[in-house]
């Protein structure tokens, strides 16, 4: 049964499954008692290319989401001087001598994990009048390939980030262990959040983004239930 509708969903148009995604989100926000417009979808775009990207657009997807900030330089300046009301969320590491292009491409920057970044940040946007939004990433599993902070260290880094940098954090971001249930990260990161009166939380992808929902995200980030297997 779960394949079968798998295998349907697969063929469906991009557009279509956006709408699908779209009547989830709507779906498990009522579930929770909570309103679609404190819901964004971030529809991730990574390898995908222009035109598959355009689709999502017709359709009035208006934000989205690149891990690279390369590939983003690559794909998204003609798209956003078309559609100058797109979002563009940075959702992968950032490298420290990328910091310049990051801030003059995206939008939103989720992925920021440690001091050196967060001191290049705070640089870059030095006397610019645009600012992109920031996010610190949570290693909620505690994984030693991730990048993130530790749930540990989340307190202090974002002070850190607030009284040192100068840095106004507006969220928090995770991507929780392949493995594992994603509920306690989910809780985990919506605690962090809380008690250093972070406002945003960017949790849940294709397979969970619902239960995600429920445990309080107002972003979620969703590319393989959108364009289908990468
Ligand atoms: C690729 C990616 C996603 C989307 O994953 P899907 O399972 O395709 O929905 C979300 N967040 C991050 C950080 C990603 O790299």
């Known amino acids: 049964m779960a394949s079968q509708e798998t295998n349907h969903e697969e063929s469906l148009s991009i557009p279509s499954?956006?709408?699908?995604?779209?009547?989830?989100?709507?779906?498990?926000?009522?579930?929770?008692?909570?309103l679609d417009a404190q819901i964004e979808l971030v529809c991730v775009s990574k390898t995908q290319p222009a035109?598959?990207?355009?689709?999502a657009i017709n359709a009035r997807q208006r934000i989205f989401g690149e891990n690279r900030v390369q590939e983003a330089q690559q794909k998204w300046p003609d798209l956003k001087a078309k559609f100058p009301d797109i979002q563009l969320h940075l959702i992968g590491p950032l490298q420290s001598n990328k910091a310049k292009e990051a801030v003059e491409i995206f939008d939103v920057i989720e992925t920021i994990d440690r001091e050196k970044i967060a001191q290049e940040i705070a640089k870059v946007l030095k006397g610019r009048p645009s600012k992109p939004k920031l996010f610190v990433q949570v290693n909620t599993g505690s994984e030693p390939q991730k990048a993130g902070v530790l749930p540990?260290?989340?307190?202090?880094?974002?002070?850190?980030?607030r009284s040192q940098c100068g840095l106004h954090i507006s969220g928090l971001m995770c991507i929780p262990p392949a493995d594992e249930q994603c509920s306690p990260h989910f809780a985990l990161l919506a605690l962090i959040a809380k008690r250093n009166g972070v406002s945003e939380l960017s949790m849940g992808m294709s397979s969970d983004y619902e239960l995600a929902i429920q445990l309080g995200a107002t972003f979620v980030r969703v590319g393989s239930a959108i364009f289908g297997h990468r």
């Open 51 to 55: 035109e598959k990207i355009l689709e």
């Open 17 to 34: 499954r956006l709408q699908l995604v779209r009547d989830h989100i709507h779906r498990a926000a009522a579930d929770c008692d909570r």
């Open 152 to 161: 540990e260290s989340a307190d202090s880094f974002i002070e850190f980030c």
